[in-house]
Structures are given as C-alpha cells and as structure tokens.
C-alpha cells in the first residue's frame, strides 16, 4: 500500500494522478515512467519515499510528465488508449490490460501534410472519437495557465516577462538583475542603462559583501 494518499482522473487518453506530499525537494526527487509502470522517488525534510506503481494500462513513457509542488506532486500519464481506466493501478498478479488500438504517437513532422492532420483514435465515446490535435492543445492551455508556487512561481513569471520582452527590455534586466545581487529587476532601460544599479536588500534586512 501506498505511504503517499492519492487520487486521479481520465481524461480521454490522459490520466492525472496527484500525490498529496508537503515540502518534497525538486533537485532530490524525481519520477520515472515505462510502459506498463511508474517510479516515485521523492525526498523531503528527514525521509525518502521511493515507490513503484504497476499501472492498469499501458502508456507512452515519453509523453508522461511530472510536476512538483508546494503540497502536492501531479503525474500524467499518456495511455496507449482511450480506453477507461476502473482503477489506476493493478496487483502483480494480474496482466496489464491490453491496449490494441491506434498508437497515439503522431506523425512525424518531415510527412507531407501532418501538421494539417486531425488525429481521431477509438474511444468509449458513442457519437463521436476523440480529436487528439484538440485533447493536445486543451492539455498545453491548462500547463500554461496551471498556478505555479513558491520560487518556481516567481522564477515562471521572470522568464515570462524577459520572454516577451524587446530586446532593450531584456538588457535592462540583465543589467539591474546582476548589479544588484538580484534585488532589483528593471525593465526600463531609461532608468538603469546609463548608471550603476545599487543594491536593495528587502526591508529588515542588510546587505554585507563576503571578504575574499
């Protein structure tokens, strides 16, 4: 049995499982995926938790992806299928199901015409399959718009902004950012291009240089 308490959801194709865990380190942990399993091996303050899962069914190991989080670390899983999973994980005893439908990989993109493909696969639905290329760009929209936490958080939204910013804009942070010591962030290069960017240490606290 599991030490982590957890729940997922299908999605068409897609299986998000969640592990409710508080304070794991992103630089200690990790999770690894094959076809018919995954890995969990999470560090956090004074324990390691390391756990295998066989899965119900079968998935693509190079579409699945993890994130972790402040409490929570969230899985999800590419089936093979669009077949429904009754439960995500299965007993040694029993076989993973067989998943013998339409590979979801897509085409490769040197194929004439496959960016105009509309990739539909067999499904439980009654009336209509399911439209990959759509399920895709549902899936992307909600990685974008996920919230993120903590310094991840911050660090997501400085990438965003030195993303879409000009290039004068990006000089501008560059330059406040390392002069700094990382307490300014400027995007005005009117304002930081032609002087030195001061430290600013947050309220309370002071700045100190290091003797070499």
């Known amino acids: 049995m599991s030490q982590i308490r957890f ?3 299908q999605k068409d194709n897609i299986i998000c499982v969640t592990f409710y865990v508080k304070n794991v380190s992103h630089d200690e942990s990790n999770v690894s ?20 899962y066989l899965l119900y069914g079968k998935v693509v190991p190079s579409r699945c992806s993890y994130k972790i989080f402040g409490t929570k670390v969230e899985i999800k899983l590419f089936s093979e299928s669009f ?3 009754p439960k995500l994980v ?3 005893e029993e076989p993973a199901t067989i998943n013998a439908v339409a590979s979801v990989n897509p085409a490769p993109s040197g194929d004439a015409g ?9 499904s439980s639905a009654k009336k209509h399959p399911a439209d990959w290329n759509k399920l895709e760009a549902e899936v992307l929209k909600e990685e974008k718009e996920e ?23 990006q000089r501008a942070m560059i330059k ?18 032609n002087k030195k960017v001061d430290v600013q240490p947050p309220d309370g606290m002071e700045f100190k240089k290091w003797d070499s």
């Open 176 to 193: 406040s950012f390392t002069e700094s010591g990382g307490t300014v962030l400027s995007t005005n290069w009117d304002e930081v291009g």
């Open 147 to 169: 919230k993120k936490e903590g310094d991840e958080g911050l660090n997501h939204l400085f990438q965003n902004i030195f993303k879409d910013g000009t290039p004068e804009q």
């Open 83 to 85: 077949i429904k999973w």
């Open 114 to 122: 496959a960016a105009n493909v509309v990739r539909s696969y067999p």
């Open 7 to 9: 729940d997922f959801y």
């Open 33 to 52: 995926f094959d076809e018919s399993s995954f890995n969990i091996n999470l560090k956090i303050p004074n324990a390691e938790i390391s756990e295998s």
């Open 90 to 92: 299965r007993s040694p």
